[in-house]
């Protein structure tokens, strides 16, 4: 029987228990669960190569199963495996090729929109990151904007309610079923919470 609480946790524990609880892992547990709740039609992870074997790998891919949950692993780069997952194999490979067009060929404005749907981004923040910087990566500008916000780079002028659109309802699942990582990102004072 399929139990969304108890599969959640036991997600939480495994990525706690082999990485620690730090930005990054605290991260990838709520990418996750943006991905399970469908607010995110699919997530980039990565996991430390010196982490990455095989059967923990192997233990990876079957938590996310058990959230059914589809998983595609991809290269090493920069000390970590890099994976995606999604709700359907289709969708992680869909994410993993535009990620891999994105490594050869270099960013543009048709491979950023792409990469920022499938990552569940905002059509007005996806358009506010390309005009403002279509092949050049983010500007500092947009990073201070950023700060404020953990899962999604929003726009300036609708930052509040992408927030409450597309990051309100990945806290409310972390305070329901993910706990721990909700005390972790409660501690930071500068990123958004609810209040």
Not at 24 to 45: E, R, T, Y
């Amino acid at each position: 029987m399929f139990s969304r609480d108890k599969n959640l946790r036991a997600l939480e524990r495994f990525i706690y228990k082999k990485l620690g609880i730090t930005y990054s892992s605290a991260d990838l547990v709520a990418n996750s669960v943006g991905v399970f709740i469908g607010v995110k039609p699919a997530m980039q992870g990565d996991w430390p190569l010196e982490l990455a074997d095989s059967k923990t790998l192997w233990l990876l891919k079957q938590k996310f199963e058990a959230l059914r949950l589809f998983v595609v692993f991809d290269r090493a780069e920069c000390n970590n495996r890099i994976f995606f997952v999604a709700k359907s194999h289709k969708k992680a490979e869909e994410l993993r090729s535009a990620f891999s067009e994105l490594a050869d060929k270099g960013p543009s404005a048709d491979i950023n929109t792409r990469i920022g749907k499938l990552l569940g981004y905002p059509d007005t923040a996806i358009q506010y990151y390309i005009r403002l910087h279509p092949e050049n990566g983010l500007s500092d500008n947009h990073r201070a904007l950023s700060e404020r916000n953990r899962f999604y780079a929003h726009s300036v002028a609708h930052e509040n309610d992408e927030f409450l659109t597309y990051e309100t309802p990945i806290y409310r699942q972390l305070q329901k079923y993910c706990t721990r990582t909700a005390n972790f990102y409660r501690k930071d004072p500068i990123k958004r919470w609810l209040y």
